[in-house]
């Protein structure tokens, strides 16, 4: 059973910072791409960021400049590094990873169960 769990959201003013984290746990072989997608209320989901299992990454433009995505493979475990917050970046976050569960085959696709971000004056 693989397990991804969030910590970190939390409320802030626009102009500040927040790193989301989300660690995988349980029985597998390796982790492939992570990835951060977020939802906004009545909008769809959309992804933030994602990094591959040897480090490269990529960005929604709205985040550019603002978000890193960064990954410890030692711990299974994925960051998001928020500056320079917005209201618009006000959303549930979820965390993504492709887990393989043996070295051969198709990778398994986890979610977290979500962290909320707020950002607000």
Same mark, same amino acid.
Do not use: F
């Given at each position: 059973q693989v397990q991804l769990v969030e910590s970190g959201g939390?409320?802030?003013?626009?102009?500040?910072?927040?790193?989301?984290?989300?660690?995988?746990?349980?029985?597998f072989f390796s982790i492939n791409d992570m990835s951060w997608y977020r939802q906004a209320p009545g909008k769809e989901r959309e992804l933030v960021?994602?990094? #591959?299992?040897?480090? %490269?990454? +990529?960005?929604?433009?709205s985040v550019k400049g603002r978000f890193t995505i960064s990954r410890d493979n030692a711990k299974n475990t994925v960051y998001l590094q928020m500056n320079s917050l917005?209201?618009?970046? #006000?959303?549930?976050? %979820?965390? +993504?990873?492709?887990?393989?569960?043996r070295w051969y085959g198709v990778p398994s696709d986890y979610w977290g169960q979500g962290t909320q971000v707020t950002v607000s004056s």
């Open positions: 939390g409320s802030v003013q626009p102009g500040g910072s927040l790193r989301l984290s989300c660690a995988a746990s349980g029985s960021a994602a990094i #591959t299992k040897g480090g %490269n990454t +990529n960005y929604a433009d917005k209201p618009e970046d #006000t959303a549930v976050y %979820n965390c +993504n990873a492709l887990i393989m569960h």
